[in-house]
């Protein structure tokens, strides 16, 4: 199977700005400062990763040439549990991005309160270019180079964009071969064969799912016939469109990196899905059905609708047209969407932000069960795995909310200040070792 939804880059990376992520986490980190009592020490270990390591990644091509990559592994904090987070196959990877989405995590699991900290993973390169047998020895190179760092209790990889269960698979294989012991909680997002979870392929669209439903439950906005655009209509985005639909909202609005489309009527998720399922690429292009029409992916962003859900890459919502967003509700499905210059303009017109801390982590939340599953060799039903999840992600809701209620901030603030707290208290418990 090669990669089934492999993105183009340089077209994605022209749609975004040239921010840097990790400048933006900082940024987001010191505005959520003079929102706690953290002291100023504690503060420093936090703006920056615990280990950043970097690689080299030589692979031979299938016709012999020698190519070499560039590969990164960063563990932002360890203070809560073993380092947790994604794998991403990118040409637009560089170390500030692991670092940042590295330190998002960290923080997206305190705000759900599952025992992990934070890592995050790359390779720059465009997984297009490569065959799958290419992508398997960059993969099985890439894990022999990171294997001093990763393992069940220290830090354990998942998919992220471009990457899937095959390549998780790998790494099973890889890092169990060279350590000479099965090692399936190594990592999470694995095929079901291998102990994978059941329902852990949809947690994140879930997750959206839950969000978005919690948080227009609180802003009194019915979600039968709620107008919802979604940009990104890989894992994260397919899903949320698809539950969001089962619950009555109308998904009027899907992109990809071949274009946006747009459907007043709205969309027949299972229908569109459908048609990627075999479609070149397994992107939108192509599609239509009556009364749709094409549309530019910066004119999905700023559709009239109530929901907007970036599920893409970071930096979709910036200054650039952070003014012409007219949703009522931003859920950040993707990770960092929405820089903090977008966010104050946001915030100004009177739109909501769902933090992708909160938004996404249905993901990770699904992927600490099939750790736990892993780890007492026991696999639970997908029943089990939903209903908990949803358990998570409604007391996570409540407690972002309640929060920003209290304080009067914003839902991200609340959440930053929810999850540093839990990460800043969890250092000053365990001290300053060395
Ligand atoms: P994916 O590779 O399955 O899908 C990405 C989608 O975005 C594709 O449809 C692609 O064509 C589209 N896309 C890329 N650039 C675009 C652009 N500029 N405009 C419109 N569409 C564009 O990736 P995914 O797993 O769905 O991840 C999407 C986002 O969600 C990422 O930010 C990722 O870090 C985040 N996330 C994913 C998970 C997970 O479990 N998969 C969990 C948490 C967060």
């Known amino acids: 199977m090669a990669l089934n939804k492999t993105i183009g880059t340089v077209q994605e990376r022209s749609l975004g700005t040239q921010v840097n992520p990790f400048h933006m986490l900082l940024q987001q980190l010191d505005l959520a400062r003079e929102h706690t009592g953290i002291p100023g020490g504690i503060w420093e270990i936090l703006r ?42 990118h040409a637009g990877v560089t170390l500030d991005e692991v670092k940042a989405l590295a330190g998002w995590m960290a923080l997206k699991c305190a705000v759900v309160n599952i025992p992990y900290g934070g890592g995050k993973g790359g390779i720059a390169c465009d997984p297009t270019r490569f065959s799958e047998r290419e992508i398997e020895r960059i993969t099985r190179c890439y894990t022999a180079r990171i294997l001093p760092l990763i393992g069940p209790k220290q830090d354990i990889p998942a998919p992220d964009v471009n990457t899937n269960a095959s390549v998780m698979n790998w790494i099973v294989d890889t890092a169990s071969a060279l350590r000479g012991e099965a090692l399936p909680g190594i990592v999470t997002g694995k095929s079901l064969e291998l102990g994978g979870a059941l329902g852990r392929r949809e947690a994140t669209g879930r997750g959206v799912m839950f969000t978005t439903i919690g948080v227009l439950h609180r802003l009194d906005i019915d979600i039968t016939n709620a ?31 071949s274009g946006g489309y747009y459907c007043p009527t709205g969309f027949d998720i299972n ?47 910036t200054s650039r047209n952070a003014a012409d967003v007219k949703a009522k509700v931003i859920v950040e499905g993707a990770n960092g969407p929405t820089t903090p210059e977008a966010d ?19 993901g990770v939340v699904c992927s600490y069960f099939e750790w736990v599953q892993n780890i007492q060799c026991f696999a639970w039903e997908e029943k089990e795995t939903n209903q908990r999840l ?7 809701i409540a407690e972002v909310w309640d929060l920003s209620t209290e304080r009067q901030i914003s839902l991200r603030l609340a959440a930053f200040v929810l999850g540093v707290e839990r990460v800043a208290q969890a250092i000053s418990l365990r001290g300053v070792f060395l």
């Not at 091509?61 to 380092?83: H, K, M, N």
Request: aromatic share 4%; proline share 5%.
């Open 390 to 396: 949803g358990r998570i992600m409604q007391r996570a």
């Open 344 to 362: 104050l303009i946001l915030a100004a017109n009177g739109s909501v932000i769902v933090p992708d801390i909160l938004a996404n982590a249905g």
């Open 271 to 317: 229908d569109v899905l459908r048609y990627v399922e075999t479609s070149p690429g397994h992107l939108l292009a192509g599609y239509s059905v009556p009364g749709m029409e094409e549309i530019t992916n910066d004119e999905l962003l700023t559709l009239d609708v109530d929901v907007l859900i970036p599920a893409a890459l970071e930096a979709q919502i």
């Open 48 to 89: 920056r990763p615990e280990r950043a390591l970097e690689v080299s990644v030589p692979i031979t091509r299938d016709d012999g040439e020698i190519e070499v990559l560039t590969g990164y592994r960063v563990q932002y904090s360890s203070a809560r549990g073993p380092c947790k987070g994604g794998i991403r196959y």
């Open 227 to 257: 107008r919802i655009a979604i940009q990104g209509f890989g894992n994260v985005g397919s899903i949320a469109a698809q539950l969001l639909t089962d619950q009555g909202a109308k998904v009027v609005g899907i992109s990809d990196v």
